[in-house]
């Protein structure tokens, strides 16, 4: 989703300078010069409290020291792969009853690195700017039952196929070929918290396969390289992502993914509303945002589309400095389209917390039929809605442990000679402890454009990564005040911004690429998958 927040400045408020179109006036912070954890909880503490009675943070000009932010762009952050072999195992059924299955089962992966990772800042995206990158993973096995979960063969604690040197870290955003030198890795371990391990807290649910996956990390921490590659192997299935920004106030992106060895798409548009209410930042999907669009262009489901709404989160424990974030509201995932005799839909039902004691992080769901004539399924938006009648299968678990399922309904809504027995056995659906991020692959910097993401940034990046904090803000200052400038210079000549990669009319919630976009986007499904060093070590 889009950042939070458009920084202008990390000096007092009266320095910060004009921004013509941001509504309303500028919230500051100024950097206190206490680079430690004290020091940034006070500063977190400042900005709360000059956020109460705000009706939109992510609205506002909000300016933030350099010192906390995250190193790393917000549109490299903000993307719905964090597991790309689900998302491209969706397509691998001929019954439509399991393709729903496998978009809940994607849904609840899509934002692994919130599980495993930690709430952090990133940068806040300038107007033009672009990331792109891809994934290449090793289709997912099944077993005989269709009722037992995939066989995952990538950053799974389940299997040993990731070498310790490609491990994806539990919040993974630097991977291969990222172009960083070594010693900016060890900058980036000794000095930062983008890869600290996770501490027991209330964002920590207690599972037997926690010993196994902080080995994991330690492995990773001290093997991880982030100037080599490996090269793709012959089974392996490419997963291309584009992401642009496409407005400034309001901070909105577009995305685009496609994995065509499967016949797959994804698309949306990231937008999104905060405020503080009590002591949390509760975050909602903007008038621009409509959810995630998952399209079939081939094979088994030809011309189904998957509708996936955001829910509502918020990031809790603000005051205390230990954050974690809880999810409300319900998740809706619709199929149109396609040949299926019956009309699929699924509720996933976030549980709400209790004001007392730790966050149990729990969750319900249905898959059920709906009659596309009847618009009364529009109105079944939690799991007591649905009538019993309609329910073709339960699930229900923990978002950050353990999701199990199991049909409940009649077989005969499987449209296909392979049908899913009744059981009132409960199977798992999804085990998200024992999943990590899949770390994707960035072309090196000096493949890339001016006003990609890393590229960009990357005279901030490098001196946060070697704690030179007040360089660091100088230089995002410069970034920030260049867009300015070319706002006021196309204001001067009344010209209108046109994104590069995405057609301009983004309404519907769902973009289009421009030819420029395609374009991309195909240049990153060739790319090669070897590096430099694979390339010299070949001839």
Known sequence: ???????????????????????????????????????????????????????????????????????????????YLDRPDLFAAINDHDDPFERMVAVVRFTFTKDLKFIHGKVCKP????????????????????????????????HATHTHSAPPSTTALPFETLSVKSGHSESSFKSIRNGLSLFTKIKPGPSTI??????????????????????????????????????EQVSHHPPVSAYYASCPARSIEMKGIDQISSKVSGTALRVAPGSFNKGIFIDITGGPGEGERYHVTHPVASVNGILRGNFYITVADS????????????????????????????????????????????????????????????????????????????????????????????????????????????????????????????????????????????????????????????????????????PHYFEKDISSGVPTLTAEGWKALEEELQESSLTEHDRRSAS
Request: hydrophobic share 35%; proline share 7%.
């Open 123 to 154: 940068y806040n995206s300038v107007l033009g700017e672009h990331f792109r990158s891809h994934w290449d993973v090793p289709p997912v096995h099944y077993s005989s039952d269709p009722a037992k979960r995939p066989i995952l063969r990538t």
């Open 1 to 79: 989703m889009v950042d939070t927040v458009v920084a202008d400045t990390p000096t007092a408020p009266e320095d910060v300078p004009v921004d013509d179109d941001a509504p309303g006036p500028a919230i500051s912070v100024p950097d206190s010069g206490d680079t430690g954890e004290v020091g940034k909880l006070r500063m977190i503490v400042q900005l709360v409290k000059k956020s109460l009675g705000v009706k939109d943070i992510a609205a506002m000009r909000l300016s933030l020291p350099a010192s906390l932010l995250e190193p790393l762009p917000n549109l490299e952050y903000w993307h």
């Open 331 to 498: 998740t809706i995932i619709t199929c149109t389209g396609g040949n299926g005799k019956q009309r699929l839909r699924a509720v996933i039902e976030y549980k709400d917390e209790s004001w007392i004691g730790k966050a149990h992080f729990l969750v319900e769901g249905v898959i059920h039929t709906y009659d596309e004539d009847d618009t009364e399924f529009e109105q079944w938006t939690k799991v007591k809605h649905v009538p019993q009648s309609y329910v073709l299968a339960h699930f229900e678990g923990c978002w950050r442990g353990q999701i199990r399922w199991r049909r409940t309904g009649s077989t005969s809504a499987s449209s296909s000679s392979v049908s899913l027995p009744i059981t009132s056995e409960y199977e798992t659906l999804v085990d998200l402890s024992a999943l990590q991020v899949v770390p994707k692959v960035v072309r090196p910097l000096q493949k890339q454009l001016p006003n990609e993401s890393r590229k960009l940034w990357d005279s901030v990046t490098s001196r946060l990564l070697n704690k030179e904090y007040s360089d660091a803000t100088k230089h995002k200052l410069v970034i920030e005040q260049r867009q300015r400038d070319e706002a006021n210079e196309r204001k001067r000549k009344g010209q209108e911004f046109i």
């Open 206 to 243: 207690p599972t037997p396969e926690e010993p196994a996956i902080e080995a994991a990390l330690s492995g990773s921490m001290s093997n991880l390289s982030l100037g080599s590659g490996e090269a793709r192997s012959s089974d392996h299935i490419r997963v291309a992502y584009l992401t």
